[in-house]
T-cell receptor, first 108, second 115 residues
């Protein structure tokens, strides 16, 4: 059975304090890995797709990387507006298998 | 902007009273999904339409049904809501014509409360 595990469950950072979120996966035949951001009371917002090990994608203060077993979402010099829950997901059959998410809080 | 729109944003219904949630999209995507998300949990897929083909998840409760009258609209019907059905319901779309697995684009959800 395909599995996605995210860590940590929650992360508190000071503004400007860089860190990384982890998404480890077990899937037969990776067809991509997706990162989403979800704000309270809203639907997930698509951030990145990664398709193969070694691939990297960047958007503002976020950089996503992918290995054969896990993906990292690196946050450089975060700001309070980066506070959200970050979800990763992998295709599993015709559906997405989501991790439980990392709730990120960035304090000013 | 092309988007996925869900109505209403908040829905309150009584225990056992049928309720319908709606989703529309301007992305012209051929696949539409319904998810249930409870507090601090990952979204849980209920069912999806690949074009007109309906695909039900094995563990989706029988009182959950869906309709897709055309490409742009999809409805989630809950025939007899129980207290355990209180959740955020998310609609998502994706385009699979190009092959491979494309990212899903989500609406902002409908928060369902059961009295």
């Amino acid at each position: 059975e395909d599995q996605v595990t995210q860590s940590p469950e929650a992360l508190r950072l000071q503004e400007g304090e860089s860190s990384s979120l982890n998404c480890s996966y077990t899937v037969s035949g990776l067809r991509g890995l997706f990162w989403y951001r979800q704000d309270p009371g809203k639907g997930p917002e698509f951030l990145f797709t990664l398709y193969s090990a070694g691939e990297e994608k960047e958007k503002e203060r976020l950089k996503a990387t992918l290995t054969k077993k896990e993906s990292f979402l690196h946050i450089t010099a975060p700001k309070p507006e980066d506070s959200a829950t970050y979800l990763c997901a992998v295709p599993s059959g015709s559906r997405l298998t989501f991790g439980e998410g990392t709730q990120l809080t960035v304090n000013p | 902007d092309a988007m996925v729109i869900q109505n209403p944003r908040y829905q309150v219904t009584q225990f056992g009273k049928p309720v319908t949630l709606s989703c529309s999209q301007t992305l012209n995507h051929n696949v539409m999904y319904w998810y249930q998300q409870k507090s601090s949990q990952a979204p849980k897929l209920l069912f999806h339409y690949y074009d007109k083909d309906f695909n039900n998840e094995a563990d989706t409760p029988d009182n959950f049904q869906s309709r897709r009258p055309n490409t742009s609209f999809c409805f989630l019907d809950i025939r007899s809501p129980g207290l355990g059905d209180a959740a955020m319901y998310l609609c998502a779309t994706s385009s699979e014509r190009q092959g491979g697995f494309q990212p899903q684009h989500f609406g902002d959800g409908t928060r369902l409360s059961i009295l």
